[in-house]
């Protein structure tokens, strides 16, 4: 059973673009996609014989792990900050993937890294996260929760330790919580080379032996690495018995039974997937819907939608022609990949003229003095500068091979080549800039969204991302992408990068005014959200409570709008300052209303004490219907004022 890496033709946004579509149903098809075409692919494989390493049936996917710090650079991967958000789409990305069949698995998903996992890079094989009961039941692990509620069919365990306990040795995770309290039936493989970090990096044992009978005996049933020929030695040594090691390799067996692979060709319905539907227009499109749902604009003058028949237009900046600011961490290998240039001057007339030149390096000054482009720009109707970072600067541990820090971002700002070159192109130019922000984390865009009259983070857009993007700048579609993770002012605002308690951590427990809140992003429209309610002033035991509000599109153009539900429950002891418990993507044309509805159900009022216990608080709830958090900071930046209503508990 081996994991698909960078082998698929297709490849969506990546992880965190997802996110940021908030858009659950979305993400169902996207995962069906993928996995019809790894199905596919795996069937062609098959009759040609081939069987190589990433050519399998289970994925190592989706990661749920929170991204609790903006420097991890991993966190590309993830759906973002919060545990509802994360919980919802990682529901919808394993149904996806492993199919609605009763009696077969379309392909194996696995939730990962179990848990507590999210940086630093460089201390990922000897760290030990330390967690509060309250925040691993508050945060660390709703998702996880979720997903094994959902039949994902593998759980990875981390490299880390937590709580003293290396996760794949955990008797807390795996023993405590994972397989008795949560009745897990699937299997558990380590992530690559954790079990090695046993006595190389963690020194909780002293060799391969010790460490490959501790993590059987707490229930890996597979191993990434070559550590796993040991339990013959361990055998030997009465460290642990055949029995044991038999009850591993039954529950890898259910796994392939449950995909199939013992049965005749033609027993499973996915035996019929061809690959005709590999790379077909269907699933071309459904990448480029992503990848439009995906964008955020944080800032617009009115320069945007631009007329598409401008005499001249000009694209500048390391990330436009490179298929390098499309792809993430994990990517496919597609034959046609948009980059963000091919998009933009495929969305202009014939009449029209566009320049292109880099203009600058992505994170080193120019080494040749000699500027031509600024002057081009000037000369330009308007200027589309392709700025921000990419997987070179971000990325897993030997991925980024750019970065200094082993993938992570320990420096909050763009590299100050972006900054100085963008300040050039503003001087004196008063023509239109609009800056094109790729990333997959936050970044300080301070300046950017001072100097550029309008801003769209398309994070890594996938191999539509050209063509989305032109879509957006050129008013085919209104942006409505929501930022999934808290962009801070700086890390000044952070606690430390290696301290997990999630105390002024994310928009839940962050006092600080952020730069970009959890939810923002801005529209070619506006929406105003009026006449909150909730069906009764007082919930019961098991008797839902409907929260609802009218949401009017008050401005000109149609667009989708991300509705949003937030909680305050009483504000005793950590309690979290607002959480996201619903979200509904709606399309609303100019002018038109609709009422909006949400259930609240008793578990969603809980709270976590400090004994990692839910409870229900007695008084009063704040339940806020709107665009975003209900921050301040996200009506400054032209986010409507959502409505709110008050719900009692006694």
């Not at 973002?80 to 199919?99: C, H, M, N």
């Not at 006595?199 to 049933?221: N, S, T």
């Not at 028949?309 to 499309?326: E, F, I, Q």
Request: with cysteine; glycine share 8%.
């Amino acid at each position: 059973m081996v994991w698909h890496g960078r082998v698929l033709l297709r490849f969506f946004p990546q992880a965190i673009g997802l996110a940021a579509t908030f858009d659950d149903k979305l993400a169902l098809q996207e995962s069906t996609v993928i996995s019809d075409e790894a199905r596919a692919m795996y069937n062609a494989a098959q009759a040609d014989d081939y069987h190589q390493r990433f050519g399998g049936l289970t994925f190592w996917t989706p990661n749920i792990n929170i991204f609790r710090d903006p420097r991890w650079g991993r966190g590309q991967e993830t759906y973002g900050e919060d545990p509802f958000l994360t919980a919802t789409i990682g529901v919808a990305f394993v149904t996806g993937l492993q199919g609605t069949d009763p009696d077969h698995l379309k392909v194996a998903a696995c939730a990962k890294h179990f848990a507590v996992h999210s940086g630093p890079e460089r201390l990922r094989h000897t760290f030990n996260a330390q967690a509060s009961p309250k925040d691993l039941y508050e945060t660390y692990l709703p998702a996880f929760h979720a997903l094994v509620d959902a039949h994902v069919e593998a759980v990875m365990c981390a490299y880390n330790r937590t709580n003293n306990e290396p996760c794949c040795g955990s008797n807390l995770l795996l023993d405590t919580v994972l397989r008795d309290k949560w009745k897990f039936t699937g299997h558990v493989v380590s992530d690559c080379g954790a079990i090695a970090d046993f006595y190389m990096g963690h020194k909780v044992v002293p060799g391969q032996p010790e460490a490959v009978a501790l993590a059987v005996k707490h229930g890996v049933d597979l191993n990434c690495g070559d550590e796993y020929p040991a339990l013959i030695e361990a055998v030997k040594r009465g460290l642990i018995t055949e029995k044991e090691i038999d009850a591993a390799l039954s529950t890898l067996l259910r796994t392939r039974f449950k995909l199939g692979m013992f049965d005749p060709k033609g027993s499973s319905p996915y035996d019929k997937l061809s690959p005709d539907v590999i790379n077909s227009d269907a699933h071309r499109q459904l990448a480029k819907q992503v990848a439009l749902e995906s964008i955020v604009m944080t800032k617009n003058n009115g320069v945007l939608p631009l007329r598409n028949d401008l005499p001249k237009y000009y694209v500048t900046g390391p990330n436009a022609a490179t298929v390098n600011a499309l792809i993430g961490n994990y990517y496919g290998v597609n034959p046609q990949m948009t980059t963000i240039l091919e998009g933009l001057a495929s969305g202009i007339s014939h009449a029209s003229q566009m320049q292109y030149k880099p203009g600058f390096l992505l994170d080193v000054p120019n080494a040749n003095p000699i500027d031509w482009t600024t002057g081009d720009a000037k000369a330009s109707d308007v200027t589309f500068v392709v700025m921000g970072i990419n997987g070179l600067l971000e990325g897993e541990e030997g991925e980024a091979i750019a970065s200094p820090n082993y993938g992570d971002r320990l420096d909050y700002n763009l590299p100050q080549n972006q900054i100085d070159f963008l300040k050039k192109l503003r001087n004196g130019n008063k023509n239109k800039i609009v800056a094109i922000v790729t990333g997959g984390s936050p970044m300080n865009l301070a300046e950017v969204q001072e100097l550029a009259d309008a801003v769209l983070l398309v994070w890594y857009p996938g191999e539509e991302g050209g063509h989305a993007i032109s879509d957006i700048v050129f008013g085919k579609v209104s942006p409505s992408g929501r930022i999934p993770v808290t962009f801070p002012k700086s890390f000044d605002q952070l606690p430390p990068y290696e301290n997990y308690s999630m105390k002024g951590r994310t928009y839940r427990y962050m006092t600080a005014e952020p730069l970009y809140p959890f939810g923002f992003g801005l529209s070619y429209t506006t929406f105003n959200y009026s006449d909150s309610k909730v069906s009764a002033e007082k919930i019961k035991k098991n008797v839902p409570v409907k929260a609802e509000a009218t949401v009017t599109n008050t401005g000109k153009i149609e667009s989708d709008e991300v509705v949003q539900l937030y909680i305050t429950a009483p504000q005793t002891g950590d309690n979290p300052l607002y959480s996201l418990k619903g979200f509904k993507r709606i399309h609303l044309k100019a002018g038109e209303s609709q009422n909006v509805e949400f259930d609240i159900t008793p578990g969603l009022l809980q709270t976590i004490n400090d004994k990692g216990n839910a409870v229900e608080l007695a008084g009063n709830y704040t339940i806020h219907i709107g665009g975003s958090v209900p921050t301040k900071r996200s009506e400054d930046l032209g986010m409507s004022k959502g409505t709110e209503t008050v719900l009692t508990v006694k």
